[in-house]
């Protein structure tokens, strides 16, 4: 008679948290949580994003495509708006573009320096932002 001894292995998706901060149309603050999550199935990671501009607005939650040459697309939920963006380096900088195209506006974003316990807040309201968003 075999016996057979199975491991099981855990894979964790590896997340990245980055929060941006910076402008939209030169004077307009904003900030921008992005959040690369592994794919389960071995392809390239997804992302989830929310963004705001600040003391103005609540969080708007962002449907995320990456492109070639970590280009961005974010569409805001119920499409009030697209963000194109272009990551380079430790920034992001493109354009916020209106649903029906006629006003596009520069954006300028700066990675920026947060604690551990700070990102974990933004992902916490990312997963609140998405459970009003979504849920039944």
């Known amino acids: 008679m075999l016996t057979f001894t199975m491991s099981f292995v855990t894979?964790?998706?590896?997340?990245s948290s980055t929060l941006y901060k910076g402008t939209v149309?030169?004077?307009?603050?904003?900030?921008?949580?992005?959040?690369s999550v592994e794919n389960g199935c071995g392809g390239?990671?997804?992302?989830?994003?929310?963004?705001?501009?600040?003391?103005?607005?609540?969080?708007?939650?962002?449907n995320v495509t990456e492109g070639v040459k970590q280009q961005?697309?974010?569409?805001?939920?119920?499409?009030?708006?697209?963000?194109?963006?272009?990551?380079?380096?430790?920034?992001m900088n493109g354009t916020w573009i209106s649903p029906d195209g006629k006003k596009q506006i520069?954006?300028?974003l700066k990675k920026a320096t947060v604690s551990s316990k700070e990102l974990e807040s933004y992902r916490n309201k990312m997963e609140q932002l998405n459970y009003e968003n979504h849920d039944c």
């Open 72 to 91: 961005f697309a974010m569409v805001e939920e119920g499409f009030t708006g697209l963000m194109i963006l272009k990551k380079e380096g430790d920034q």
């Open 44 to 62: 390239d990671p997804y992302y989830n994003g929310m963004y705001r501009y600040e003391k103005v607005s609540n969080w708007l939650e962002l």
């Open 11 to 15: 894979l964790q998706a590896q997340n």
């Open 106 to 108: 520069p954006v300028q």
């Open 25 to 35: 149309n030169g004077k307009m603050p904003v900030t921008l949580f992005l959040q």
